[in-house]
Structure formats: structure tokens, C-alpha cells
């Protein structure tokens, strides 16, 4: 896929197959994360896989308590996270990115997206 149709053509997806990802096309998702442009080049981020159903459950009662009103705006439902077969959890270390560490994140995340969308799969930050 071109790089602008993959931009143009990503969109949210908060509904999905009850079908496993398999570990390569996961790896191959999340190798583009090393390509990402970030503050100094520090590369702050670690990124999380999760495909288990209680941590899933964790997650979504996390979000719940501490973002209840951005779920709510945005359309969150319990499916959203909990019935995703893969969470793919972008987490920023502060520490090396004092500064920069939410744009650092964020460029994270879409390259994430974008490398979903292009090989045909959806997701939603």
C-alpha cells in the first residue's frame, strides 16, 4: 500500500473478528516502532502485547477509573478493549523523554496504526 493511501484510508475500528493475531504479523506490527521519529532519538517507549482475557479486563477497569469521562465521550464500550483479540499498549518512559515524552508516544502509536491498517487489519488508540 502507498504510504498516503495507508494514511488516508486508516480508520478506527472498535469492533473485531474473534480471530488470533499471529505472532509474526504482531512482531512485524510492532517492528515499526524502531523507525519512529522521537525527541534527541531517545526511543522512549516500550511496547506491550496483550492477549490475555483477565489483563484485558484490568485494562478496560483502569481506563474506567481514571478516564470514565474520555471513555464515555469517545464511545468506549466494554468491546472495545476487552473483546480486542490483541492490546497493543504503547507505554512512554518519562524519564528518557522529560519533555517530548507525549509527542513521543503519540508518534508511536499512529506509526502502530498505520502499520495495522496497511497490512488490513484495524485497531483504535
Known amino acids: 500500500m502507498e504510504t498516503i493511501e495507508c494514511i488516508k484510508s486508516r480508520r478506527s475500528r472498535r469492533k473485531y473478528l474473534k480471530k488470533d493475531i499471529d505472532n509474526k504479523i ?4 510492532v517492528d ?3 523507525y519512529c521519529p522521537s525527541s534527541l532519538n531517545c526511543q522512549p ?3 506491550v502485547i496483550v492477549k490475555e ?9 483502569l ?3 481514571f478516564m470514565p469521562e474520555f471513555l464515555i465521550r469517545l464511545g468506549y464500550t466494554n468491546e472495545c478493549i476487552v473483546e480486542a483479540p490483541v492490546l497493543i499498549v504503547v507505554c512512554v518512559d518519562t524519564k528518557k523523554s522529560p519533555s517530548r515524552w507525549l509527542e513521543d508516544g503519540v508518534f508511536a502509536a499512529n506509526s502502530l ?10 485497531g483504535f488508540i
Do not use: M, T, Y
Not at 26 to 29: D, F, M, N, S, V
Not at 53 to 61: C, L, S
Open 45 to 47: 517507549w516500550e511496547i
Open 113 to 122: 496504526l498505520l502499520a495495522i491498517n496497511n497490512l488490513g487489519l484495524g
Open 32 to 34: 515499526v516502532v524502531r
Open 63 to 65: 481506563k474506567k477509573r
Open 53 to 61: 482475557q483477565e489483563i484485558k479486563n484490568k485494562i478496560f477497569e
Open 26 to 29: 504482531l512482531e512485524e506490527i
